[in-house]
């Protein structure tokens, strides 16, 4: 399927809709998923499951600028699902195992946050972190590739 018509298809089916691009609020997100970073990574030695959710979070905040800055945002429903999905129409095919891993931890974080006994090892939360942070970085520079003409300060 191709990205026009991923985008067809979900807001037919409700699940994106249409909004103004706002570079603003696009820079304000990116911000805020650089300070989930800085938090999910002082958070490895305090609490891994912690860490993991608040690294996901960071990779959902920017995913949404991203979507945000091409005149879209997740409508009710399955919105986590709905960016992890929009990330896979958008991104070029060699981030797919990227776009999977964002995935996946989408979730582990939905479990972690509702169900009881799980833990996420250290492993784990390090190595979400440093997805997060390559996932973050990319999507900067992708902003800042697609948008010349905004000046954004993040």
């Known amino acids: 399927m191709t990205y026009e018509k991923f985008t067809e298809d979900y807001l037919n089916k409700g699940l994106l809709k249409k909004q103004k691009p ?42 949404r600028a991203y979507m945000l800055l091409k005149g879209f945002r997740p409508a009710d429903g399955f919105q986590h699902k709905t960016v992890v999905e929009f990330m896979s129409y958008v991104l070029p095919e ?30 784990e939360a390090n190595s979400a972190f440093d997805v997060a942070a390559k996932f973050v970085d990319l999507i900067k520079d992708t902003i800042k590739e697609s948008s010349p003409q905004a000046h954004f300060k993040f």
Do not use: C, P, Q, W
Request: glycine letters at 4%; proline letters at 0%; a positive charge.
């Open 94 to 123: 060699e981030y797919k195992n990227m776009v999977e891993r964002f995935d996946r931890m989408r979730r582990k974080r939905n479990i972690f946050t509702y169900e009881i006994d799980i833990t996420i090892s250290r492993t």
């Open 22 to 63: 706002s570079f603003s609020a696009v820079g304000k997100l990116i911000t805020r998923s650089a300070k989930d970073l800085k938090t999910a990574k002082a958070n490895l030695t305090i609490d891994e499951g912690i860490s993991y959710s608040v690294a996901y979070l960071a990779m959902l905040r920017a995913g």
